[in-house]
């Protein structure tokens, strides 16, 4: 085995010592002008020396647990990160790779010894990297709601993951709970929310970080079901209300609740919004039949179309029975901070709940979903527990907000973070330009649709999101499209169904995202379509 060996990669020059003994035998030669020497002789002849104590195939636990080991290959983990992003604009954007592809190459078992991080690296590029559709990728994937995990949250979820704390209850680590009252209460105040929703207001209402929109639709309508609960009333006579264009998380809500669901219709005539009076006459019904409606979910920004349900009348209609109204606004949320769809979120001062996941247009990865309650005390009657272990003095004494109670798990990460950055770094300003910039994106895209006489769009366009049609033909024809854009890997679009009939749905933004991507996903449908005419 070599005991030193030298690197050479573009212009840096870096000598690896593999044994301990040879670093310290180094260490004295640096002390005699060694160091100064080789790096004299690289400068000399253009290259950058540095020095590593991480040789290439070092393996093992010890290795493993070294700080230069995350120092050095954090450092190339960041690059790869960078080169990747980069990278994957121009990549066909929908994996490629058979089911059970990674089984089939990588081992049947974990490995004995560790293994170096360069064989961990390149296992990255030659298998990891086949099996991914490229969320990333701003100018070909217009598919479900565009995401993007800006840089600056990125960092912010590493950070998380480094100092690791399990911010459960305050004193679990004070900063993480407090961080997340100050940059939710940021976020409401940026979504012109109503002040009931802030941790700084008088009243009993606040934020709180959940792992996504499904999870917060549990917890509220679990809240919800709790408060009927004390009213005797037994959860399998309980019902939820939803419509037809409510994200399944609210069912599925239900599901795990044992409780039911009502699906009110919407139509292509009301813009597949959900009708106060359909949602009344379901509820009065239900309520003759003996059952006991206990919440409604409606939703700012469906997932289909984009539509917005009416939140005053619906509020209206819910209280009479004192219903609660929980609001999803998942990826509709965000669009709050735009004064042109302010009077879409009129009567938010009515309802119990709203969730907007920062995951979504809010520039954060996954996974953090913003819950905003009007009144924290039904979730804490529903979630409460106070085991002898986690009794501290500054829980009981009543003056901290312990978020383990807002929540299902015990545990919780440090999530804040990556918002906070996110907030801080781009500024109101900047968040507003990204979310403006997604709405004329898709503004763009519809005026290329429109003039394209073998499309037509479906239903006016809203958000970021455009649906339309290949115009004068059948289902299976939208299909035929769907599956030829596919199979370029030059955009990633996929298709929804309203009013039965198969719609193609690109969504828009993204920060990178320009009129040249938007211009190219329409190229490719357009070039598909006359191919396959
Ligand atoms: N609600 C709406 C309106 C959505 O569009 C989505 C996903 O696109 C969800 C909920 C699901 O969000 P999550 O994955 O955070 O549960």
Redesign the pocket.
Known sequence: MSLLSINKSGNVITLIFHNPAVLAAVGGLTLCGFHSVVRSLANSVGLTFKKSRIGANEKGWASATRPEDFRDWGGALLKWITDYRENCRDIHVISRVEPNYLQKGLPTSAPTVGEGWQSIMSDLDSKILPGLTHWEASNRFFA??KPHASYPAVLGEMLCAGLNVMGFDWIASPACTELEVVTLDWLGQFLNLPDKFLGSSEGPGGGVIQG????SATVVLLAAAVRKQKAQSERTKMVVYVSDQT?A?AQKATMILGIRCRVVKTSIENRFEMQAADLEAAIEEDVKNGLCPIAAVA?T???SSCAFDPLVPIAAVCKKRDLWVHV?A???GAYACLDKYREKFEGLEEVDSFCV?C??KLLCPF?I?ALYVANRRPILDALSLQPEYLRNAHSESGAVVDFEHWQMPLGRRFRSLKLWFVMRRFGTEGLRFHVQNGCDLADYFADLVEKDEELEISVPVSLSLVCFRWKGRGEEDQQRLLDAVKATGEAFVIHTKLDGRIVIRVACGGVEQTKEDVLGCYNVISRELRRIK
């Open positions: 479900y709601f996504s929109a499904g999870e994200h998380i939703t920004g469906t997932t999803d998942a990826y509709g996941n995951h979504k996974d979903a």
